[in-house]
């Protein structure tokens, strides 16, 4: 098997974790697996480093943040691949360059454009193991560019895709993916099996294991991920094509986001567009409106009620201000909380939504907003229910069992 | 002017001191020069990132020691950027591939086969101030390169040669050259100027501020150095070719090396190429031999008197040991030291030799070995007497006036 290993932070965050690391790639070497290894920077190195740059600058350029913060995944990488040769294993440390990986200019942010695996395919022809720093590429005329929040992630996953890898196993200090928050309900249980696209909403929904856009990526390109601890050899979490998992669950797990406030409008003059019009403001901010809920009020006005993220709420009001003129009233609240369930088989199954609701109502809780995917309800409560939703959803839909 | 300035590891060693080093480039910026700086790792980073290497292995593969070491340098170019454009001083921070270094193959002691000056020119042309991550480069084949000891001097050397700068500043933790060294004779002064053949003598008979690979070099380029310290504004000393000094001193300076050991081979076969075999089986252990006089001794028989560096005397005795049969008798002292008289003038004076002589005489100092060279007179005496003798030097030649 070809298998890719990505490492983060806190899986090398010292060096006798990186020597850890380094006997775990060691046994998959020698179990006879071709073996591409990516590594984040050492947990806290790049923390510094962002310190140091604020010393100088509350703004520093975004290019000479990615010649900084590239430095990071260098070290760690180099010095895996020396751990790995003093174990008798033959390696190869690439920078991001090096493994052939090309981004857009878009500096801090950048997406990869293409990967030429002919130099790791060189390395591991020749029965090397490839130590690839993740988090970074470079641009078409040379430039040092990094991937943004999870590029370690990315870089892995692409590079799964470019060599045809037959897995992607990702690394964290967590087993895999859990029905919900451990800490919420301690009944939770890890998933074996979860699609591509339950994982993207249980991501965006608040779970930390894996990140949307490395999930969205390895859905285009194929890629089976395994999420994994890299502190016990409990099995982890494959993350794969829906077709691929044969015993679909109703649902597969429940998400609690806090960081939610609600912003209500009433009375909204009805002129076409105005919607629109609010909404683009906000995003023109970077404000991420999540579920979106419009009723007609009186008097050919409408009501419109929306979410954002708590720590932006200040941010939203200033802008919701520059439209006073087009609404009777509005009210923010920024103690609510989303729950959401997430499940593909709910796209076979009628009753999934009714028993979300059905429990809500048993708990007393009220609901104030729903919105609902293919595979996904989400509702917005009162922020101080929100563990009590978790733990009543958890058993109404019997994930513990 | 087209300035090149090269700031080394303590003069880059905490934040403040960066910011400091950014006050002084954007002061030569404002002066109306162009500006590239060179710079090394922040004090104390190489050394940290060598430990966490030897961690893993007592002899990590020399490119992955590359890899790791480049990395220390693109962080400082990147915060010195960041400090800049804070100043409102836009700037280019560059790795040693994107200004253009490229080196021959020999990870960790790689030498600048040629750079490629029009990345730097353009962004000079565009009124920016270029910083360079000092110490690096890469092969022709795309690997990372690093330049060892004193390699961020040799970067700005380098540079300063394919730009045709009109100097190179040189800025360290001392104000300069010195007649002597000041802690031996409080009464020596800083030299105004010195030809780059007197600077080689005295570093290599152990002046510190710069090093031989970058003197030789910049003789080579003929490229202007002008060695001073970030922490004051002295000016420093100026390197330069011979026929810029105009007042040509007879003697520049006396330089004492104590890491001196004599060893001394009585009765040794008057065979032809013993002495050569002797010699080489020494350099391939890499011992540098310094001093060697010849004698001829009694019955066809030869002395041969040498000196090495003090602390590799153990394994000189190794290497001797497999010459036993050749010889009659040999004798170790490590108790030796080296006091030099350098100085250009001498080509054209005479009587310098003696007067050095005749300070010895008068301190009753014993002169075991002597060797002299064109502007340099080297003279092993016993270790005990070596401050003493570099007083008595420094008043004969009247270097304190």
Same mark, same amino acid.
């Not at 193991?129 to 470079?138: D, E, S, Y």
């Not at 993916?177 to 339950?198: G, M, N």
């Given at each position: 098997?070809?298998?890719?290993?990505?490492?983060?932070?806190?899986?090398?965050?010292?060096?006798?974790?990186?020597?850890?690391?380094?006997?775990?790639?060691?046994?998959?070497?020698?179990?006879?697996?071709?073996?591409?290894?990516?590594?984040?920077?050492?947990?806290?190195?790049?923390?510094?480093?962002?310190?140091?740059?604020?010393?100088?600058?509350?703004?520093?350029?975004?290019?000479?943040?990615?010649?900084?913060?590239?430095?990071?995944?260098?070290?760690?990488?180099? +010095?895996?691949?020396?751990?790995?040769?003093?174990?008798?294993?033959?390696?190869?440390?690439?920078?991001?360059?090096?493994?052939?990986?090309?981004?857009?200019?878009?500096?801090?942010?950048?997406?990869?454009? @293409?990967?030429?695996?002919?130099?790791?395919?060189?390395?591991?022809?020749?029965?090397?193991?490839?130590?690839?720093?993740?988090?970074?590429?470079?641009?078409?005329?040379?430039?040092?560019?990094?991937?943004?929040?999870?590029?370690?992630?990315?870089?892995?996953?692409?590079?799964?895709?470019?060599?045809?890898?037959?897995?992607?196993?990702?690394?964290?200090?967590?087993?895999?993916?859990?029905?919900?928050?451990?800490?919420?309900?301690?009944?939770?249980?890890?998933?074996?099996?979860?699609?591509?696209?339950?994982?993207?909403?249980?991501?965006?929904?608040?779970?930390?294991?894996?990140?949307?856009?490395?999930?969205?990526?390895?859905?285009?390109?194929?890629?089976?991920?395994?999420?994994?601890?890299?502190?016990?050899?409990?099995?982890?979490?494959?993350?794969?094509?829906?077709?691929?998992?044969?015993?679909?669950?109703?649902?597969?797990?429940?998400?609690?986001?806090?960081?939610?406030?609600?912003?209500?409008?009433?009375?909204?003059?009805?002129?076409?567009?105005?919607?629109?019009?609010?909404?683009?403001?906000?995003?023109?901010?970077?404000?991420?409106?999540?579920?979106?809920?419009?009723?007609?009020?009186?008097?050919?006005?409408?009501? +419109?009620?929306?979410?954002?993220?708590?720590?932006?709420?200040?941010?939203?009001?200033?802008?919701?201000?520059?439209?006073?003129?087009?609404?009777?009233?509005?009210?923010?609240?920024?103690?609510?909380? @989303?729950?959401?369930?997430?499940?593909?088989?709910? @796209?076979?199954?009628?009753?999934?939504?009714?028993?979300?609701?059905?429990?809500?109502?048993?708990?007393?809780?009220?609901?104030?907003?729903?919105?609902?995917?293919?595979?996904?309800?989400?509702?917005?409560?009162?922020?101080?229910?929100?563990?009590?939703?978790?733990?009543?959803?958890?058993?109404?839909?019997?994930?513990?069992?």
């Amino acid at each position: 098997m070809l298998i890719v290993q990505k490492y983060g932070g806190t899986s090398v965050g010292n060096l006798e974790r990186i020597e850890n690391v380094a006997k775990r790639v060691a046994k998959a070497k020698k179990e006879g697996n071709d073996v591409v290894v990516v590594v984040s920077a050492m947990s806290g190195e790049t923390n510094k480093l962002i310190d140091y740059a604020k010393h100088f600058s509350p703004t520093p350029s975004k290019r000479d943040m990615d010649l900084l913060l590239s430095s990071g995944e260098r070290v760690t990488a180099a +010095l895996l691949s020396i751990a790995l040769n003093e174990m008798g294993l033959p390696t190869v440390a690439m920078t991001g360059r090096q493994a052939g990986i090309v981004t857009d200019k878009s500096h801090t942010v950048a997406r990869i454009e @293409k990967i030429d695996p002919k130099p790791m395919k060189k390395a591991l022809d020749e029965g090397k193991i490839v130590v690839v720093a993740g988090f970074q590429g470079i641009t078409e005329d040379g430039q040092v560019t990094t991937l943004g929040r999870g590029g370690s992630d990315l870089s892995a996953v692409a590079i799964a895709g470019a060599l045809g890898a037959d897995k992607c196993e990702i690394y964290s200090d967590v087993d895999g993916v859990y029905t919900t928050d451990p800490r919420i309900e301690p009944k939770a249980k890890k998933l074996d099996k979860i699609s591509y696209d339950e994982m993207l909403e249980l991501a965006s929904l608040g779970a930390k294991v894996l990140q949307n856009r490395s999930v969205e990526l390895a859905k285009k390109l194929g890629v089976v991920i395994e999420a994994k601890s890299s502190f016990n050899d409990n099995p982890g979490t494959i993350i794969t094509k829906e077709e691929e998992i044969m015993e679909k669950p109703l649902v597969s797990g429940i998400a609690l986001d806090k960081n939610q406030a609600r912003v209500s409008l009433r009375g909204v003059k009805d002129r076409p567009g105005i919607a629109a019009e609010i909404f683009k403001a906000l995003a023109n901010e970077n404000i991420n409106v999540d579920m979106i809920v419009q009723t007609i009020g009186e008097d050919d006005k409408t009501n +419109l009620d929306f979410t954002v993220p708590q720590n932006e709420l200040e941010l939203v009001k200033k802008v919701m201000d520059r439209f006073k003129e087009e609404y009777q009233k509005i009210e923010y609240d920024p103690d609510v909380a @989303k729950v959401s369930v997430v499940g593909v088989g709910m @796209k076979s199954h009628s009753g999934v939504a009714s028993r979300a609701f059905e429990t809500m109502a048993k708990e007393n809780i009220n609901i104030e907003m729903i919105s609902t995917s293919e595979i996904k309800i989400s509702m917005i409560i009162d922020e101080k229910y929100g563990e009590l939703a978790v733990r009543a959803l958890h058993a109404a839909y019997e994930l513990d069992k």
